[in-house]
């Protein structure tokens, strides 16, 4: 019979298939005898920034090649990666919920040795610490760039009709109703996209309760109930000052109608300001900290690592990811990144603060400032797709309901942290 | 009698002509958008309807350049032809064998009812796995696309072949086999060609498929510099929001192809479908 | 005679295992593998330990996995009647004698063949801008908001998208169902004087059960996996209005770090389809024998 035809058939179709895998295998190998060090970075939009940086790099490196890939929607990407166990050798990534659970799952190299450690501006070390599930001996991150969030206003505007950058949250909301009262509409929040709800929550929440609120309760001492109503409560009232419908409108809408003047503020973070300005390049954009108190002395300014980098463990090439992190923390190289993307630079050191950032000025120079509460909420937990629910229910105990929600899916979400958090407590009583 | 059953409806002719604004609105919308410049785009209805001041394939260069099309386009083609060729090839003897084996052995009935209960099983459950599964081997990339493809797609071709089989007389490869010729051979000689309306509606549903799936490249090849057409605008999407002139003009060109291919082949695709309806 | 039948067996056998084992290593075994993950508190990287049921249990306090159900029957529902009501129509119209019958045919088939990712973004286009532009004009104060971004009728903007998109397949079958109704029935009935209405019910219906059968399992099966256009259209909102179970799967799966919950979530799912296909199947099966 047809063995051999048989098998000749199989042959060919084995062929086809290998033919195939030899038209994708060939994309990998590089440049001559280089060592490549491939870092991915979660921010998309500082892609040029970054592609000047690569050039340089590779322009001043005879043995190391620098690939530098920031895809849009990295974070899942990134997290696929994972999965698939395609780790890229550095990983540029915010300091948030995210850091801590890879951190966990134990896949960073501690960097400790790396002289670039020791000039890194101290809160921000302190801030990376914080997001530690577990104390851990080490240091996994070399903080590059930080944001600040609070609102940012359409200068002339304000010039232009005399209003004073308030201070207290009174002072605030006589404030947005003297510019509707001039036909102006305040605030455009764009919150159809569910993170956009967590921008003035976060800045919000860091005025209103403390740096460590989800640290208290997992350690059951306190409950969201308590901290968080006021912050939900403001969060209600920002909506009467801001576009009919939020909910229909996303970021990308927001920025562009803040930019062409459709709204006097926005409640969103620095990063959005380089988006603000590819619509209206002109625009004169300052800021100022979100005056979520009564008091002016009891705000403080929300501010978050908004990029690091960590170096993968089973890296193979230490001393070539050391080398591109030593280019990368160079004064130079962080210029031309806070040139492009704005932003506050973690390194000690006479880096200008961006114009847009004047208004929030002293509170960067004088350290009052705290970290995003969402960078320790869990993202499975889903609190701005929570946030946005809450702000959709128009019921009389609406706020009721969401801090009960608040309390009830934290515990749900965070069960195994919990344990684990007082496990260590357990272990460390027993080790005293 | 005979006479008024064949005079024309024109009533139901005009209402069926009216209502392809339906399919046609979204489509012109899309168009006209694409070739608009974003100074053009007003906040009322005159505004999104309008005809561009200037028509000029700025935007289409532009978004050709940004979403890398050619080789987009390039990465569609290759896996979805890649995919029909083989799905013919492999799904029909497949069926073949399954469907004559099953008139005679119990084992052959099994094997039938495994796979084509495949068709049940979501792609969400397999998901995961095949994620971390497809990197393990190597497959993280379209050459794992395309296998996982001639997986999907199976269950539903092998029913298609095996019931189609059912109208080619045994009697055939009977006579072929008492002059002594391989059941191999009797298979690619006499029963391949003879089931080719099959494989057209074959070729069709899978291509559909195919051609327009996000999710399989998107979590299998997502973050390895390779793109397919839906993929690219999913990307697309987040980049250049603000930039509806320059979306739509992406979009437009990620549908032309499939547009050509079927203003082209119209025919084939409709009985095509039909056929695979009739015949599973 | 005896021994060219082994040879036909082994033929059969050399095809047919290799085909076994593709068909094994990328759909049971990653099947079996995601009942595996689904009894752990797997990230998708890290370490990871057994919890027994527990993502189970969960699964079923879980007020976003009964809420995605919720809307993904709902939606399934809501979308099968409606698409084979539609189609079912349509497929009468483009039946009866009408001019450019193929020119019509090809143009209604044309939603099919466009990628609903691509689809989605377009009409998302439109609920957010055009149709508000609409209401604005002439007033309709229904048509002012997005009906995208209200909680309520979110679902009802994705069901339109979809349904849009699904009608032109169901109608090229019910086409070729109309086709197979021979014409000498027809023209029995309208002997006795059927009136056009009761023709179709006593005549027309019956004929076609059998792609009902097709329409209703195929349609079902499609409106429960929705995911292109959730991911273009809302991405699940606002407020998590209209996160279908695949999209859920996905994004808190891949992306929010509950693999092993999610692998249970998808087992569950999986239960669900067989049981909803294999009853369609049975009952319409009845239906067909009794006429």
Known sequence: ???????????????????????????????????????????????EAFEEIAERFNATHEDVYLKIDSPNEAMTILKTRFIREDYPDIVGIGGDINYSNFLDADLFMDISELEEVRTVKQSYLDMDKELEFVPKEGTYALPYVANAAGILYNRDMFEEHGWQIPETWNEFIALCEEIKASGIQPLYLGYKDTWTCLAPWNALAVGLSDSDTCNQVNMGNTTFAEEYRESAEKMKVLLDYAEPNPYAYGYNDACTAFARGQSAMYPIGSYAIPQIKSVNPTMNIDSFTFPANEAEEDNVLNSGIDLQFCVMKNCENKEAVYEVLRFLYEDETIQIYLDNQGGVACKEGDFEIPAELDGMSTYIENDRMADYQDHHYPSEMSVDAMMQTFLLDNSEDAVDIFLKRFDTDWERYNRDLIRKVQQYQQEKGDAQ | MMKKAQKTNWVLTIV???????????????????????????????????????????????????????????NSLLITLTTIVLAVLIHSIAGYVIGRGMAKKKSFHFIYLYIVSGMFVPFSILMMPLVKQTAQMGLGNRVGVILLYLVFYMPMNVLLYSGYLKNIPVALEEAADIDGASTWKTYWKIVFPMMKPMHATVAILTALGTWNDVMTPLVIMSGTGQNTLPLAQLNFQTQFGTNYNLAFASYILALIPILVFYIICQKQILNGVANGAVKG | ???????????????????????????????????????????????????????????????????????????????????NVLSLIMALGLNSRIRFKSALRGIYFVPNILGGLVIGYIFSFIFTYILPAVGNTFNI???????????????????????????????????????TVPQDVYEASVLDGASKWKEFWQVTLPLVVPFVTINLVLSTKNFLMVFDQIMSLTKGGPAQSTESISYLIYRNGMDGGQFGFQSANAVIFFLVIVAISVFQMTVMNKKEEQL
């Open chain 1, 1 to 47: 019979m047809s063995k051999r035809k048989i098998a000749r058939v199989m042959s060919v179709v084995m062929g086809i298939v290998m033919g195939m895998a030899s038209l994708t295998g060939c994309a990998q190998s590089t440049s001559d005898d280089k060592v490549e060090v491939e870092l991915v970075s979660y921010k998309p939009e500082a892609v």
């Open chain 2, 16 to 74: 069926l002509i009216l209502g392809t604004v339906t399919v046609f609105f979204p489509l012109y919308m899309a168009f006209i958008i694409a070739f608009k410049q974003p100074s053009e785009m007003t906040n009322d209805v005159a505004g999104a309807l309008s005809f561009p001041v200037k028509w000029s394939f700025d935007n289409f260069e532009q978004a050709m350049e940004v979403t890398d099309f050619w080789h987009s386009l390039g």
């Open chain 3, 1 to 83: 005679m005896r021994k060219k039948m082994t040879n036909r067996d082994k033929t059969f056998w050399a095809v047919i295992i290799p085909v076994l084992v593709l068909f094994f290593t990328f759909n049971t075994l990653p099947m079996i593998k995601g009942i595996i993950y689904s009894f752990t508190n797997y990230r998708g990287y890290g370490t990871y330990d057994y919890v027994g049921f527990r993502n189970y249990i969960d699964l079923f306090t879980d007020a976003r996995v009964g809420k995605s159900y919720l809307f993904t029957f709902k939606y399934a529902l809501a979308g099968t009647v409606l698409v």
């Open chain 3, 141 to 179: 104060s229904f048509l002012q908001n997005s009906i995208l971004a209200s909680e309520k009728y979110a679902w009802i903007g994705v069901l339109i998208v979809g349904v849009w998109q699904a009608v032109a397949m169901n109608t090229i079958i019910y086409i070729s169902g109309l086709q």
